[in-house]
Structure formats: C-alpha cells, structure tokens
C-alpha cells in the first residue's frame, strides 16, 4: 500500500502567519495534486505537480515537488481565514501510462485554521 | 472539468435500513469512485464503479453492505444496507478524468447519521 503521510495533522495559526504543510511518502509518483475541502464540500483541486523539484505558486499558496518525486509541500504565505479548511494531498502511481484506470492515492489530510 | 451532482446532501437513517446515494456526471467519464470520509480525516476509497461490469471493492468492503450501480457512462449509485451508527460518515463521489495527468473532481457529498 502506498501511503501518503501528511504533517501536521491539525494546525492552528493566527491570520497573518506563514505556515508550511507536508506530504511524504516512500513510494514514486508520476504526479501530485494538492485539494481544499471546506465543510459541507467536496474536495476541490487546487494544482498540479509533475516533475521533480517543480515549483507552482497560486497567489499566496506556492507548491513544491520533491527533486525525487515522493514528496510535496504546501506553503502558504500571511494566511487568510478563507484559507482555512482540509487541504488534502493525492498521488498518481509512477511508472505506468496514463490510460485513464488509475486511482489517485490520498494523503492523510492537515485540517488547517486560521484565527481572525 | 467536471461537475457532479450528489444527491441527497445528508439524511438521517434508523438502524437496519438502508439508504441509497446518487451521483449525476455532467459528460461520459470512464472512471467513478465512491469513498467514505469521517468528518475532518482524509478519504478512504470504498470502490471502484465499473460500467457493465461489477464495482471493484477495496480491503474491507464488501459488495453485501455497498453495493453499488453504474448503469452508464454519467450516473451511479452507492447503497448502504442494514446501517449500524458505525456507517454515520460522509460519503463522497468522484471522477478522475484522465489526460495528462489523472485529476480528480468531487460531489459535495452525503453527511450520514445513522440512529
């Protein structure tokens, strides 16, 4: 089973704070997506990582592949309340074509708060 | 994209029913998926939904308990049968639709009491 781990579980920061969550894992993904669910949603896909040390900025939130492709990162700069919510890592299996059968892996979860 | 319409968006069950959720496509997508969540936690994948075949289950769940319909390319349903309080949870579509890379889009889910 590969298993994505995410750190922290819960964090709770004042609005204005930097704050860096984590996805690990020992296994290769040939991608890495990175979601937001707020409560009563699903969960919403907010980018995508492919090659190994990528780095993707989306406004306040900038993402990074690791160079060996088992890792990512999520760091979010002078947080706002609206940032709050569940932020799920996904991995896609490497080593195999895309032909549209393959499930995502999903991390742990970090269920992120952000106090006014 | 894609945007999925789940139905019902919560309900409240006694013990020993069942209740059965449905997910609408908007477009043909190949692959659909059913998970369980627990409020705050990450998604544990229930099963695969395969159209015209059997869904395929993952370790722990069983078809007598979830079974699950895909009558065509845009529509499945998830059963819960004989529901114990342990079944409360919420219970998630997905589609992945595939090019580039495999992305994944969500129905708002199904919040689960079950009495």
């Known amino acids: 089973t590969q298993l994505l781990e995410q750190s922290p579980q819960f964090l709770s920061i004042q609005e204005g704070e930097n704050l860096t969550v984590y996805c690990n894992s020992s296994s290769v993904f040939s991608s890495l997506q990175w979601y937001r669910q707020e409560p009563g949603e699903g969960p919403v896909l907010l980018v995508t990582?492919?090659?190994?040390?990528e780095v993707k900025k989306l406004k306040r939130l900038t993402f990074q592949f690791g160079d060996a492709r088992k890792d990512s990162s999520l760091h979010i700069t002078a947080a706002q309340t609206g940032d709050t919510g569940l932020y799920l890592c996904a991995g896609e299996r490497s080593g195999r074509p895309n032909f549209g059968n393959e499930k995502l892996t999903f991390g742990t979860g970090t269920r992120l708060t952000i106090i006014p | 994209s894609a945007v999925i319409s789940q139905k019902p968006s919560r309900d409240i069950c006694q013990r020993g029913t069942s209740l059965t959720i449905q997910c609408q496509v908007d477009s043909q997508v190949t692959m659909m998926f059913w998970y369980r969540q627990q409020p705050g936690q990450s998604l544990t994948l229930i099963a695969t939904a395969n159209q015209g075949s059997e869904a395929t289950y993952e370790s722990g769940f069983v078809i007598d308990k979830f079974p699950i319909s895909r009558p065509n390319l845009t529509f499945s349903t998830l059963t819960v049968s004989n529901m114990s309080p342990e079944d409360s949870s919420i219970y998630l579509c997905?589609?992945?639709?595939?090019?580039?890379?495999?992305?994944?889009?969500f129905g708002q889910g199904t919040r689960l009491t079950v009495v």
């Open positions: 990582v492919v090659t190994g040390g």
């Open positions: 997905s589609v992945e639709l595939a090019g580039k890379n495999t992305e994944a889009f």
